[in-house]
């Protein structure tokens, strides 16, 4: 059986036990980009979508590239708020 170490910061919250952080060590929560790529069709009820993390977006070139040998297209998401 794997020894799990709780850290630090978790000892002193009383109700955190080595089976709860052994359980969120599990799952990680990724932050995706406001960069979306339309792969195959430009409309999102058609074709396929990928959708990055957040940092690991291509640069202009890259965008510029694909579109122009592959045809996909990148789009920047605007922000509603």
Avoid: A
Avoid at 44 to 63: A, H, L
Wanted: charged share 25%; proline share 5%; hydrophobic share 30%.
């Amino acid at each position: 059986m794997t020894d799990y170490k709780i850290p630090d910061e978790l000892k002193s919250n009383p109700n955190v036990t080595v089976d709860d952080y052994r359980i969120s060590e599990q799952f990680w929560i990724t932050e995706f980009s406001e960069w979306k790529c339309y792969l195959f069709g430009y409309v999102e009820s058609c074709g396929i979508t990928y959708r990055p993390k957040n940092g690991e977006e291509p640069n202009w070139f890259w965008r510029t590239t694909q579109h122009l040998i592959l045809g996909h297209k990148w789009v920047k998401e605007q922000d509603n708020g």
